[in-house]
């Protein structure tokens, strides 16, 4: 099973679903970083960046789900027999 980094890699060569989200993600981190390398942020930055918050944690999500989905087509199997053991 390839890991985590080789996983992402290859879904962003081969997955638009998950390199438009790594896209818009990446996006929102550096607006979240404009602003948070402000002193001040005025009460409509204030709700920016929560708002920010709430859509690049949605999308990381669900890269999470497109990435577990991918990690299920590499995991083996569990056997008949160990599925029905009268130990399980």
């Not at 890699?9 to 979240?32: C, G, K, V």
């Not at 402000?38 to 944690?57: A, I, P």
């Not at 949605?58 to 299920?72: A, T």
């Amino acid at each position: 099973m390839p890991d985590a980094s080789e996983l992402k890699t290859y879904l962003l060569q081969s997955d638009e679903e998950f390199r438009t989200l790594a896209t818009q993600h990446h996006e929102l981190e550096e607006r979240l970083q404009n602003l948070s390398s402000k002193s001040y942020l005025s009460d409509t930055e204030q709700l920016e960046e929560v708002t920010l918050k709430k859509k690049k944690l949605h999308l990381k999500d669900r890269m999470e789900e497109i990435l577990r989905r991918e990690r299920s087509v590499y995991a083996p199997s569990e056997t008949p027999a160990a599925q029905h053991s009268p130990h399980a």
